[in-house]
């Protein structure tokens, strides 16, 4: 690293690096480098770096289409927690990425304030903790990253809303990020009843509380974007666009049953997804698995 690097650079290196171990890593350095001070600049007005399509990954996990992944269960034997470890592992594995990201790609390009950098560092950072913890519990519990096949329907709708930060933020931050608080505490609750409460009390001491924060993120900038925009957006307008944007980028509808509390706390309520919801008729909305 050179002493002048910018962390649009620093970004970029995180996302060139395939390993996800050390992914996480470098990221931590990164991020703690820009936390406290040793990265002074955003980025450098007078260079455009190219963002690469795709971060650098290693091949060691079977991908396949989510469509065809095979059934996590609820967690009652010790193969449905490691493979429900598993799937959470991929996904922060991805989140690492997606959010490095966002400061490479949008950054610079949409001219955004220092905090918006500050924010999506510390998402980061959390996200390479949350990979490297559940990592290491997937080895406790006899298993390893990459011994199960695992999809990258995050990436997809990353490469959906790579032109659009908007875009970006409402379908990974405020739909995906906000589907991993509906099931995380059935998920923590299936752990406990599998008897596993180690795993359940890393999911509910880290890893959800971290969650609510990412979200509102993802809140917090969408709404600026939209107020820049137009300053004396109500948020009837802005809860409009938003509704465009994921019927426009987002597959199908969002699917209840919502974790209203979490969601209230990252910074958005009813008004925003319900519209976007399966409508159900007359049946209990079913829990699923994953953001």
Same mark, same amino acid.
């Given at each position: 690293?050179?002493?002048?690097e910018?962390?649009?650079?620093?970004?970029?290196?995180?996302l060139?690096?395939?390993?996800p171990?050390? *992914?996480?890593r470098?990221?931590?350095?990164?991020?703690?480098?820009?936390l406290?001070?040793?990265?002074?600049?955003?980025?450098?007005?007078s260079?455009?770096? =190219?963002? =690469?399509?795709?971060?650098?990954?290693?091949?060691?996990?079977?991908?396949?289409?989510?469509?065809?992944?095979?059934?996590?269960?609820k967690?009652?034997?010790l193969?449905?927690?490691?493979?429900?470890?598993?799937?959470?592992?991929?996904?922060e594995?991805?989140?690492?990425d997606?959010? @490095?990201?966002?400061?490479?790609r949008?950054g *610079?390009? +949409?001219a955004?304030?220092?905090?918006?950098?500050?924010?999506f !560092? %510390?998402?980061?950072?959390?996200?390479? #903790?949350?990979?490297?913890?559940?990592?290491?519990?997937?080895e406790?519990?006899?298993?390893?990253?990459?011994?199960?096949?695992?999809?990258?329907?995050? @990436?997809?709708?990353?490469?959906?809303?790579?032109?659009?930060?908007?875009?970006?933020?409402?379908?990974e931050?405020?739909?995906? +990020?906000?589907?991993?608080?509906?099931?995380?505490?059935?998920?923590?609750s299936?752990f406990? *009843?599998g008897?596993?409460?180690?795993?359940?009390?890393?999911?509910?001491?880290?890893? /959800?509380? +971290?969650?609510?924060?990412?979200?509102?993120?993802? !809140?917090?900038?969408?709404? /600026?974007?939209c107020?820049?925009?137009?300053?004396d957006?109500?948020e009837?307008? !802005?809860?409009? %666009?938003?509704?465009?944007?994921?019927?426009?980028y987002? #597959?199908? =509808?969002?699917?209840? =049953?919502?974790n209203?509390?979490?969601? %209230?706390?990252?910074?958005?309520?009813?008004?925003? /997804?319900?519209?976007?919801a399966? *409508?159900?008729?007359?049946?209990?909305?079913?829990?699923?698995?994953?953001?």
């Open positions: 690293m050179s002493g002048d910018s962390l649009v650079e620093a970004a970029l290196r995180v060139n690096t395939a390993d171990f050390e *992914k996480a470098v990221g931590d350095s990164v991020a703690a480098q820009w406290g001070g040793a990265i002074t600049r955003a980025y450098d007005a260079v455009d770096l =190219p963002v =690469p399509d795709r971060p650098a990954r290693l091949s060691n996990v079977k991908l396949v289409a989510p469509g065809l992944m095979p059934k996590l269960g967690g009652g034997s193969q449905s927690r490691q493979a429900i470890v598993h799937s959470l592992a991929h996904t594995s991805w989140a690492i997606l959010s @490095w990201d966002i400061i490479a949008f *610079k390009q +949409e955004m304030p220092s905090e918006f950098f500050t924010d !560092v %510390k998402v980061a950072q959390d996200e390479g #903790r949350h990979f490297t913890l559940l990592a290491a519990r997937l406790e519990m006899g298993s390893f990253y990459g011994a199960l096949p695992a999809h990258d329907g995050l @990436w997809a709708s990353a490469a959906a809303t790579s032109k659009d930060l908007t875009a970006r933020l409402a379908v931050h405020c739909v995906h +990020e906000a589907r991993g608080l509906d099931v995380l505490p059935t998920t923590i299936r406990r *009843k008897g596993d409460d180690t795993t359940a009390d890393l999911l509910e001491s880290v890893v /959800y509380p +971290e969650e609510i924060t990412h979200c509102a993120a993802g !809140v917090k900038w969408f709404k /600026y974007l107020m820049r925009l137009v300053s957006e109500e009837d307008e !802005v809860i409009k %666009k938003f509704h465009a944007i994921v019927r426009t987002f #597959r199908g =509808p969002l699917k209840p =049953p919502f209203e509390e979490a969601r %209230k706390a990252a910074g958005f309520g009813p008004r925003w /997804y319900e519209p976007l399966v *409508k159900e008729q007359g049946t209990n909305p079913t829990q699923h698995e994953g953001a």
